[in-house]
């Protein structure tokens, strides 16, 4: 009966939980499907399949990264993501970008794991969601660390008893349930790497770890740790109990280190964010570190392709090439154990010699190996058969020093093989078999429309 009133005084509605405020459900259960719902629908609507028919795999690749970047912020900075949500987004992504032009399920190339790494530890840079979320979410430890004592961290220590001068890793979790007690949380499952996130706020010597263990000043700022004598900075720990003799000379290493320090009495201490050159927290640091951590070394073994992204070419030439040195092409040996073809259809479609495999299509045929070979002489060079498309790609871009000599070495790897992959292509499915001359021309002819210049002109 109040609330009616009260409604009719101000001239407002009356309504119950939850509401939207800001594109949020305000009370709502953040754990509960139904709450995402809205994310989920708007990822897949823009993936839609009738999108993937019109679109190669570099084109899909950059509709997943702008709806991944798109997702509502205010959702990912406040609410966990449950599971479930997290494995429907994936499968989302999934199946738009393995589709095949009929829109029916493709094969996939690489593992998803592999798609989410970013492009410098060797994957395709799609982002991991889940990652994103736990960035977000640590973004509030940061601000609790970092911002005096605003209106929503009084707010905060008010609803869960919390000390609003000490950091969060310092204080017990909330009891209470809610958005704040999923940020004390921390998503992180293995403690070892939760524990060195959390360390890049945090004040404490790492090179020193027994003195830490014993002293009663953890979590604390500089200035607990020292007073002013005049103008000089005397430093003065304290400990739970008395130093043994060993510890005594740690002590002593200690302060011969902090020496050098010189703090001083004109700003106030502040926390700094270790993993980044700006010393303030990023979304971005936040999953570089998390990721250089937690992805297996099947995935950091392919960190040389980083260098294929430098936008010299196409999009959907850079992922070829990518697809190229992982191994991972649709070549007749692979689509003979996936039993797509028979397999006695196996033989390369260029020389009709050996096995079709991406090591002899991209390189040891026969075929392939004029065209590399019409390049060396081109550029003036000699040069042996490698053992791997690794070997050949480092050998290969990695052996000028000048900037422009080094950008027409990698215009002439990108263009070998993207006129190997049209030409099998055309001999494959079109019947189209072009001479030797114009293959080799036409390798040229895709460097000079990428460069805009002769590649080999003065």
Same mark, same amino acid.
């Given at each position: 009966?109040?609330?009616?009133?009260?409604?009719?005084?101000?001239?407002?509605?009356?309504?119950?939980?939850?509401?939207?405020?800001?594109?949020?459900?305000?009370?709502?259960?953040?754990?509960?499907?139904?709450?995402?719902?809205?994310?989920?629908?708007?990822?897949?609507?823009?993936?839609?399949?009738?999108?993937?028919?019109?679109?190669?795999?570099?084109?899909?690749?950059?509709?997943?990264?702008?709806?991944?970047?798109?997702?509502?912020?205010?959702?990912?900075?406040?609410?966990?993501?449950?599971?479930?949500?997290?494995?429907?987004?994936?499968?989302?992504?999934?199946? *738009?970008? =393995?589709?095949? #032009?009929?829109?029916?399920?493709?094969?996939? %190339? &690489?593992?998803?794991?592999?798609? /989410?790494?970013?492009?410098?530890?060797?994957?395709?840079?799609?982002?991991?969601?889940?990652?994103?979320?736990?960035?977000?979410?640590?973004?509030?430890?940061?601000?609790?660390?970092?911002?005096?004592?605003?209106?929503?961290?009084?707010?905060?220590?008010?609803?869960?008893?919390?000390?609003?001068?000490?950091?969060?890793?310092?204080?017990?979790?909330?009891?209470?349930?809610?958005?704040?007690?999923?940020?004390?949380?921390?998503?992180?499952?293995?403690?070892?790497?939760?524990?060195?996130?959390?360390?890049?706020?945090?004040?404490?010597?790492?090179?020193?770890?027994?003195?830490?263990?014993?002293?009663?000043?953890?979590?604390?700022?500089?200035?607990?740790?020292?007073?002013?004598?005049?103008?000089?900075?005397?430093?003065? *720990?304290? =400990?739970?109990? #008395?130093?043994?003799?060993?510890?005594?000379? %740690? &002590?002593?290493?200690?302060?011969? /280190?902090?020496?050098?320090?010189?703090?001083?009495?004109?700003?106030?201490?502040?926390?700094?964010?270790?993993?980044?050159?700006?010393?303030?927290?990023?979304?971005?640091?936040?999953?570089?570190?998390?990721?250089?951590?937690?992805?297996?070394?099947?995935?950091?073994?392919?960190?040389?392709?980083?260098?294929?992204?430098?936008?010299?070419?196409?999009?959907?030439?850079?992922?070829?090439?990518?697809?190229?040195?992982?191994?991972?092409?649709?070549?007749?040996?692979?689509?003979?154990?996936?039993?797509?073809?028979?397999?006695?259809?196996?033989?390369?479609?260029?020389?009709?010699?050996?096995?079709?495999?991406?090591?002899?299509?991209?390189?040891?045929?026969?075929?392939?190996?004029?065209?590399?070979?019409?390049?060396?002489?081109?550029?003036?060079?000699?040069?042996?058969?490698?053992?791997?498309?690794?070997?050949?790609?480092?050998?290969?871009?990695?052996?000028?020093?000048?900037?422009?000599?080094?950008?027409?070495?990698?215009?002439?790897?990108?263009?070998?093989?993207?006129?190997?992959?049209?030409?099998?292509?055309?001999?494959?499915?079109?019947?189209?078999?072009?001479?030797?001359?114009?293959?080799?021309?036409?390798?040229?002819?895709?460097?000079?429309?990428?460069?805009?210049?002769?590649?080999?002109?003065?």
């Amino acid at each position: 009966m109040w609330v009616r009133r009260m409604c009719r005084l101000l001239g407002c509605k009356e309504a119950s939980l939850p509401v939207r405020y800001l594109g949020i459900p305000l009370g709502a259960n953040p754990r509960l499907v139904k709450t995402w719902k809205p994310v989920i629908d708007k990822v897949e609507d823009k993936l839609s399949l009738w999108k993937a028919k019109t679109l190669n795999k570099a084109g899909k690749l950059v509709l997943i990264k702008s709806v991944l970047n798109s997702l509502p912020i205010y959702y990912l900075s406040l609410y966990k993501m449950p599971k479930t949500v997290a494995e429907k987004l994936i499968s989302l992504q999934r199946r *738009f970008l =393995w589709s095949t #032009e009929d829109g029916r399920h493709g094969v996939p %190339l &690489v593992k998803w794991e592999i798609v /989410m790494a970013p492009k410098q530890v060797g994957g395709l840079g799609v982002g991991d969601a889940v990652i994103r979320n736990t960035a977000l979410l640590f973004k509030w430890w940061w601000r609790f660390s970092k911002e005096d004592c605003p209106l929503w961290k009084k707010v905060v220590c008010s609803c869960n008893s919390m000390n609003p001068t000490v950091m969060l890793q310092g204080q017990p979790a909330p009891i209470r349930g809610g958005p704040w007690r999923d940020i004390c949380q921390l998503q992180i499952s293995e403690l070892q790497l939760r524990e060195k996130m959390i360390s890049g706020l945090s004040m404490e010597l790492d090179m020193f770890p027994r003195l830490f263990s014993v002293s009663t000043l953890q979590g604390s700022v500089i200035g607990d740790c020292g007073f002013w004598d005049g103008l000089e900075w005397i430093w003065s *720990f304290q =400990w739970r109990r #008395e130093l043994f003799q060993w510890e005594l000379d %740690l &002590v002593h290493q200690l302060h011969e /280190m902090l020496q050098s320090v010189k703090p001083t009495n004109e700003k106030e201490d502040g926390v700094v964010w270790k993993f980044d050159k700006t010393e303030v927290y990023s979304t971005a640091s936040f999953g570089k570190v998390l990721h250089a951590e937690v992805l297996p070394e099947e995935i950091t073994s392919y960190s040389f392709t980083r260098t294929v992204w430098k936008g010299l070419v196409p999009p959907r030439v850079e992922l070829l090439t990518w697809f190229v040195l992982v191994g991972r092409v649709n070549t007749k040996d692979r689509l003979c154990r996936f039993r797509v073809i028979p397999q006695q259809d196996n033989r390369c479609v260029l020389c009709d010699k050996a096995e079709e495999t991406v090591f002899h299509l991209f390189l040891e045929c026969e075929t392939t190996w004029k065209v590399w070979c019409a390049w060396l002489r081109a550029l003036g060079r000699q040069w042996s058969l490698p053992g791997t498309l690794k070997d050949h790609f480092e050998s290969w871009t990695k052996l000028s020093v000048r900037k422009v000599d080094r950008k027409r070495w990698f215009l002439g790897f990108f263009a070998v093989i993207w006129t190997t992959w049209l030409e099998r292509n055309g001999r494959l499915f079109r019947d189209h078999t072009s001479s030797m001359e114009d293959i080799i021309n036409r390798s040229f002819r895709y460097s000079e429309e990428w460069s805009g210049v002769d590649p080999f002109g003065c």
